[in-house]
């Protein structure tokens, strides 16, 4: 069956780096997109960034923008997402999540996604 495992959160620094993975099986990754989201608590889940399956293009929310890469090595089946100058307002729970709809384009709405990762804890502090 489906399953996305997501890796690699951890406490941090304002300015410090983390890379998180995103572990696919039980279906063929190059196919869909793949998006990573996070949640705060007390907000609602947002979409950070997105990689299609056409042509790899990359979606980035605003505020991460320059900061964070999202990439994908469809031979291990895995999608990461590299954040660098993390800052206190990028804590959350990061999500991975795939669309298995035909698009041409990744979305950046949770509502697209159908199946989630459990989750993983990032923790920016000082």
């Known amino acids: 069956q489906v399953q996305l495992v997501e890796s690699g959160g951890g406490l941090v620094q304002p300015g410090g780096s983390l890379r998180l993975s995103c572990a696919a099986s039980?279906?063929?990754?190059?196919?869909?997109?793949i998006g990573w989201f996070r949640q705060a608590p007390g907000k609602e889940r947002e979409g950070v960034s997105c990689?299609?399956?056409?042509?790899?293009?990359?979606y980035y929310m605003d505020s991460v923008k320059g900061r964070f890469t999202i990439s994908r090595d469809n031979a291990k089946k895995t999608v990461y997402l590299q954040m660098n100058s993390l800052r206190l307002e990028d804590t959350a729970v990061y999500y991975c999540a795939v669309d298995r709809h035909i698009r041409s384009l990744c979305v950046l709405s949770p509502a697209a996604y159908d199946y989630w990762g459990q989750g993983t804890q990032v923790t920016v502090s000082s």
């Open positions: 990689i299609s399956s056409s042509d790899g293009s990359r």
């Open positions: 039980g279906f063929t990754l190059d196919y869909y997109g």
